[in-house]
């Protein structure tokens, strides 16, 4: 296969152990800065360039998209889409996982269990905005953060007011929620890869710390998953259509919830703390869904011709060239 990795940079943990993991099975692969991708756009005439050069018959794109180049990133993604490259993480897909108000509500649309949340943008709805998540602490928290950034912890009404009017005052969108006490600063990353679990770890927030981010100071080990929180991670991943996604989990009375799903989880933490080759599975999960996708055109197209043959029998038939 011809796979292009999206990413900023080469030398990042994950880039090269995906880089690795692909040439050890035989691939070609190529990494590309996003930022440098500029495309042409036409009727039934895509075309996308790098440093000078025309990118074409990639089978497989890998997105490593930081949070900051998401609209960029996500359109020449898009690009590659078009022209007919295989993607785990679809562009619209890497979208709606950023988004966590809009993630959070598919979620909640199907069913999947997760922290009470609620968001609202008049001042003077705050009071009744907190009454309707109930009494503190809670969780007031960026949008669009990432990696543990932009996330806080009010342990008081008044600490929540506080917070709430200094994100409003920059204009930033956020969303409130309740703290999850029994989770006692431990949090479940799964990894999916294809509707499958191929690796789970527990984090555990440092002293000190309610947020249990290997970026912010946590610790990991591995864990053995329930069958009722692989499904619900698997179920996260599909709500929001990624192939590949770094699922959190809580563990709460009334059972697992969602925390959120990230489109371009880390390596480096997970496959150091379970020794999961998890990058070899990603190149695995490649392999695979390009040879369905060249089955299924193989199919597509001997039926055509099959669809064609008859056709052109029954024109004979009906012009007296030949028998029914």
Known sequence: ??????????????????????????????????????????????????????????????????????????????????????TPNPSDAILRSRDKLRAHQLFAREGIALPITVYGDNPDDTSDLLAMLGPPPYIVKLVEGTQGSGVILAEKVSAARSVIEAFRGLYANFLVQEFITEAEGCDLRCFVVGG???????????????????HRGGQAHPVELTAEEKALAIRACRTVGLGIGGVDLLRS????????????????GIEGATGVDVAGAIVRHLESSVRKRREQADERRQ???????????????????TRP
């Open 1 to 86: 296969m011809k796979i292009a990795i999206l990413s900023r940079n080469s030398k990042l943990y994950s880039t090269q152990r995906l880089v690795e993991a692909a040439r050890a099975r035989g691939h070609s692969v190529r990494v590309l800065d996003p930022l440098r991708c500029y495309m042409r756009i036409a009727p039934n005439d895509v075309e996308l360039h790098y440093k000078g050069r025309e990118l074409a018959d990639y089978d497989a794109v890998l997105p490593r998209i930081g949070a900051s180049v998401s609209k960029y990133g996500t359109a020449v993604l898009r690009q590659f889409e078009m022209m007919g490259a295989f």
């Open 303 to 321: 039926a055509e011709r099959a669809r064609n043959g008859r056709a052109a029998r029954a024109a004979a038939v009906s012009r007296g060239l």
């Open 196 to 214: 499958k679990v191929v690796a789970a770890m527990q984090r555990r927030a440092a002293s000190g710390e309610f947020r249990a981010n290997i």
């Open 253 to 268: 009375r009334r059972g697992p919830l969602v925390l959120e799903v990230n489109s371009t989880p880390g390596l480096e």
